[in-house]
């Protein structure tokens, strides 16, 4: 489920990747966005658009090119995707407690037991 996979910098599933890199619920994403958080799951630390930028980049044109090649869409939408720079920016909360480990198991936990 798409729920459980992780995008990076502590988010699971793809309503919470929006908020975290672009401060938005899913439906006010555009395209450009879209690919970028498509692309996440493959590699969430070394395609982060925070930390690695243009690998990030790299990764979100080929997400856009290989949706215009199936067909899901158009060459102006592409076209307009493509040109777009990286907006993502963090939107997380800012942890005080320094135990990352163990908050990531007790969060897994959670997302899957509430299911």
Known sequence: MLIEYFFGNRAYGIASASEVYYGTTIKDLNLAQWAMIAGLP???SSMN??????RALIRR???LTR?????SIHPEQYDLAIKAPISA???GLVSEVEASYF???IKRYMIRNMV
């Open 42 to 44: 493959k590699a969430p």
């Open 49 to 54: 658009p925070l930390v690695n930028p243009r």
């Open 61 to 63: 044109n080929w997400i």
């Open 67 to 71: 949706m215009l090649d199936l067909g």
């Open 89 to 91: 920016t963090y939107h």
């Open 103 to 105: 908050s990531e198991i």
